[in-house]
């Protein structure tokens, strides 16, 4: 198996996020992609990413969005701030969805927390994660059984149009965008992380082509709150084609894995041509903000189950901020995954 990396993503540098009511230092931070690395380099073979410029990224995000994420910075700065940029306020019910003039009203329009900060680098950052993940992509349509696609910043929280979740390009979703327009009829995406992958949910739920699945923590006590319960099912041509496995905090992985079985069901009869692991390791029982209890044992049994369905198989990574765990829970999924080849 192949690894994708750029040493890019350390030009995305958040000082700090507003978590608990105050401003705390960044849990999205450089150190985590630097773990991952150190961890994988011994089983796979690490590859720079091509370069695959903004058209796939256009399939997936609107282009004032685009255009946004692009010159968020230079207008931030423009105005003599040299500190991380978060947004001011948002549109709430009865406010009118109007993109502003203004940088601080756009960093409200575009995203939906204020833990995702914007900082000088963050553009070539994101850019290069989306440049990873559809390299890992070519490999994995011109013929490798898998591939690993280590981003960063992560993506499944990002939406056609708004970022937050430390997501702002939703590498997973361009992936199997491009997989689809490269001759793949049915994708299925398989988000493992502990918060509810909303932005990849919200691209594809009208569409039959590509199913999403996710095990995360009950949006009525987990972050982002707002989508990721169990009737969400999809709508129009994309009913049934969507399955939430919202789980309380607390969950251990003997519950976990019920889910996570219950969903390669649905993904096994849906019988896709290739499959996207949204790969977040903040279930870990030390993650410092989830809830889950999946111990660092439990990792090669996820990825030995996902390489039983015996499909061509791509893993984005998404979360994990137990910084000294986060390397070998995720090499534990790749080992248990080429473990069952």
Known sequence: MKTIYSDDHQLHRGRSELSDGKL???????????????????????????????????????????????????????LGRDWDALPLNWAVRGMRQIEPDHIDGKFSYFSFDAGTPITPGSWQAMTTAADVALTGAELVKDGARAAFSLCRPPGHHAAADYFGG?????????????????????????????????????????RADVMFLSIHGDPRQEYPYFLGYADETGEGEGLGFNHNYPLPWGTAADVW??????????????????????LGVDTFELDPISEFKLKTGDYPKMGEKIGLLGKPTLFVMEGGYAVGEIGENVAGVLKGFGASS
Not at 53 to 60: A, K, M, S, Y
């Open 257 to 278: 894995f019920d889910a996570f079985t219950d969903a390669l069901k649905h993904l096994w009869d849906f019988d896709p041509d290739v499959v996207v692991v949204s």
């Open 24 to 78: 705390v230092p960044s849990f999205e931070c450089p150190e985590r992609a630097d773990t991952v690395l150190a961890a994988v380099t011994p089983i796979t073979d690490v590859i720079e990413p091509k370069r695959f410029g903004l058209g796939p990224v256009r399939r997936i995000h609107a282009d004032n969005y685009v255009a946004f994420l692009e010159k968020a910075w230079s207008m931030w700065a423009e």
């Open 166 to 206: 430390y997501c702002f390009l939703n590498n997973a979703a361009i992936a199997a965008q491009y997989f689809r327009d490269h001759g793949a009829e049915r994708v299925a995406i398989l988000d493992v992380d502990y918060h509810h992958g909303n932005g990849t949910q919200s691209l594809f739920y009208d």
